[in-house]
């Protein structure tokens, strides 16, 4: 249930900080992505060991990423315009960075809480 409603916060903030403009909001936005896909992992796999989750967050964030290098993305942003919250278009190696600060704070954060969803 935590992890739920984690996720619910990380879409506002994320949505409010993707409405700014600069490098530290885009970064920003990356960090919350990532910690949006682990607290997502968390719902469906409430028992998973937090560095698991962290890896698997990672993994999915950087598939995505690598996935704009095909420009499929890009199109599907094309036809629908929201998918670009999800899917991005552009890729940026340092966003890969960001993508794996944000997962591994989700997983301190979860370690540290002790809460297991």
């Known amino acids: 249930m935590l992890a739920a409603l984690a996720a619910v916060g990380l879409v506002v903030v994320g949505l409010a ?10 970064k920003a936005g990356d960090v919350l992505y990532a910690a949006l896909v682990y607290a ?12 698991t989750v962290a890896a698997v967050a990672f993994g999915w964030c950087a598939l995505v990423e690598l996935a704009q290098l095909t ?4 199109a599907v942003v094309d036809a ?9 278009t552009t890729f940026a190696a340092l966003d ?7 997962a591994a704070l989700a997983a301190f954060v979860r370690r540290r809480s002790a809460v297991p969803g």
């Open 71 to 74: 420009g499929i993305p890009a």
């Open 96 to 102: 890969l960075v960001a993508y794996a600060v944000g």
């Open 17 to 26: 900080i993707s409405r700014s403009d600069g490098l530290l909001a885009d």
């Open 40 to 51: 997502l992992l968390v719902v469906v796999a409430p028992r998973a060991r937090p560095w």
């Open 80 to 88: 629908v315009p929201a998918a670009r919250y999800v899917l991005g």
